[in-house]
């Protein structure tokens, strides 16, 4: 008890010290090896009022991810696509630090990037939120919330957006002449939309659909200190890095972002090529945990049929 107690208070006098310990013998505070990611799970449909959702938890970094659809006029540039829209909160409880200043500017730079990384890969065709041509579309809000900011955070936050895409679903509507969006009822049955645009003429969606979804975007946070790459770091470890590259690929492993907030590590071609190639090796870590929880997922729901 006693070393232990001596080991805590080694660790909050002199953090960079203790820290370096480890990273001398090629591990971290936590036991992890310095290129493993935290056990990492995926909870689908965590919000039964959002058409989509998902809960996901990277060690204790913990996000909700929900997607509420409305219609929306295709706008005349685009009048055969509906739209995403997103937004990122980090309420008070999610960390000691989450003061407003930080807040607004961390959200902002996370919300930004996960778009950045949706569009990018090609995750969603926005053609298939059409309800209608020139007359009703999709909007897809997309709502992600941090319960506990505990590092990594914008890794969480694109597997929590790709997830609650994976978990969204279209409901089956008509639009009438007049081009009002009407809900359709299980069961029903209608015609398709006619050129003339008479009083017969209707869309029908008789049964809920899934997207169809691209190339998925997959990304880790690499924490740069002294020479050392730390793959998913925590927020206690954030604190004492150099500073951290988040890359994200597309799901070929092409690169399509690297992210380095600040910090005093040069980019170098060298360093690129090794986030992005521990960046692969997470990348089927995720792809293979978001296929195991979708199945589990859909086996839940026909035991429950």
């Known amino acids: 008890m ?23 013998e090629g591990t971290r505070p936590d036991g992890r090896p310095l290129g493993r990611a935290r056990s990492t799970t ?20 913990t996000l909700l991810a929900g997607i509420k659809l409305e219609v929306m006029t295709p706008t005349a540039e ?32 996370v919300v930004q990037q996960v778009m950045n ?29 941090c319960l506990d900011a505990d590092g990594s955070l914008l890794d969480a936050a694109l597997l929590a957006a790709v997830a609650a895409f994976a978990d969204l679903t279209l409901p089956p509507v008509r639009v009438n002449p007049e081009g009002h969006v009407l809900p359709v009822l299980s069961g029903a049955q209608g ?26 975007p997959w990304a880790a946070t690499i924490g740069l200190y002294k020479g050392h790459l730390i793959v998913d770091p925590t927020a206690e ?9 988040t890359t994200i690929l597309d799901e070929a492993g092409r690169l399509i972002s690297l992210f380095k907030p600040g910090g005093i590590t040069a980019v170098t071609t060298a360093l690129i090529q090794d986030c992005v190639e521990l960046t ?26």
């Open 2 to 24: 006693d070393s232990q107690l001596e080991a805590e208070a080694f660790k909050r006098i002199y953090p960079e010290e203790y820290f370096q310990r480890f990273l001398s």
């Open 42 to 61: 995926i909870g689908f449909g965590a919000v039964s009022t959002a058409d989509g959702s998902a809960l996901v938890k990277i060690g204790s970094t």
């Open 78 to 109: 685009a009048p055969d696509a509906g739209k995403i829209a997103a937004t990122f909160e980090m309420p008070p409880l999610c960390s000691p630090d989450a003061r407003p200043e930080r807040r607004l500017e961390e959200t902002s730079v």
């Open 117 to 145: 990384a949706i569009e990018s890969a090609g995750l969603v065709n926005t053609k298939e939120l059409l309800i209608s041509t020139g007359k009703a579309a999709w909007v897809a809000y997309l709502d992600i919330y």
């Open 191 to 216: 015609g398709n939309l006619r050129e003339n645009g008479d009083a017969s003429s209707e869309v029908v969606t008789v049964e809920r659909r899934k997207l169809t979804l691209g190339a998925m």
């Open 237 to 245: 470890e954030e604190a004492l890095l150099e500073s951290t590259v």
């Open 280 to 305: 692969r090796h997470r990348a089927r870590e995720l792809k293979q945990i978001l296929e195991e929880s979708s199945q589990e997922d859909e086996d839940e729901g026909d035991e429950s049929q």
